[in-house]
């Protein structure tokens, strides 16, 4: 049976502080500006034996903490922080509660992102959970809830390898304090469309190389360049015009 939940009988529960009673209005009427200054719906705690991963990741698009509850979704941070159309990333945003098929149901998504071209609603779960049953009811009526507001609706899964662990290393330079501006500034003003990752490396033969390769990285996590991330990274990696 597929999950029906008429749009006009959902209503989002808000949290504006982890002290705020939650607000409630109906789905259709929620206006994204109070959506983005949601705080996460639940907290969570560590503890000896869990078997999810917990914890927080410095965005360089929200310039802030995030915070995760496994390591997929830490994956998916990564992915939305590393995507230049991203401009904020809202975890647990909201709860939605709703009619479906005559019973009330309830669900928390695990991230909003604001992009270029609109909200969009993420959950995340491995994939081989994805199509259990009540995993599968509740990602049908939640994607018919989103997606009634013209919002795209996603079902997040494990990554390719070689790009989670290329856009991984590639974080490591997220933090644009850290990057050398002189260093940034002539890269920017040097042609190197078409020349390879070692070739960037060694651009700037006066200046120290370890400054030199870090601003290169930086200048790839801002998509300034975009090079092939379906392969591990090499120096033969060649720059492409973003």
Not at 24 to 30: G, L, R
Not at 50 to 58: E, N
Request: hydrophobic share 45%; with cysteine; aromatic share 10%.
């Amino acid at each position: 049976m597929v999950a029906v939940a008429d749009p006009c009988s959902v209503s989002v529960h808000v949290r504006r502080s982890a002290k705020d009673t939650e607000l409630v209005c109906p789905w259709v009427d929620v206006d994204v500006g109070l959506l983005s200054s949601a705080v996460p719906w639940r907290t969570f705690r560590w503890h000896k034996g869990q078997k999810h991963y917990s914890g927080s990741f410095w965005s360089a698009t929200e310039n802030d903490l995030v915070i995760y509850e496994s390591r997929l979704e830490l994956a998916r941070l990564l992915f939305a922080d590393f995507d230049v159309s991203v401009r904020r990333i809202i975890a647990q945003p909201f709860l939605l509660r709703a009619d479906v098929d005559g019973g009330l149901h309830k669900h928390i998504p695990d991230y909003l992102l604001l992009t270029d071209a609109g909200p969009v609603v993420v959950d995340v779960k491995p994939q081989h959970r994805v199509a259990k049953p009540e995993n599968a009811f509740t990602f049908a009526w939640t994607k018919r809830a989103v997606e009634s507001r013209g919002w795209r609706y996603e079902v997040w899964s494990e990554p390719p390898q070689a790009e989670l662990e290329n856009i991984r290393f590639l974080a490591g330079y997220r933090r644009a304090w850290l990057v050398d501006q002189e260093v940034l500034d002539e890269l920017c003003a040097t042609d190197l469309v078409g020349a390879t990752l070692g070739t960037a490396f060694r651009a700037l033969p006066k200046r120290p190389k370890a400054l030199v390769r870090s601003a290169v990285l930086h200048l790839l996590w801002q998509q300034h360049f975009t090079v092939d991330l379906t392969r591990p990274l090499s120096l033969g990696h060649v720059l492409r015009r973003s």
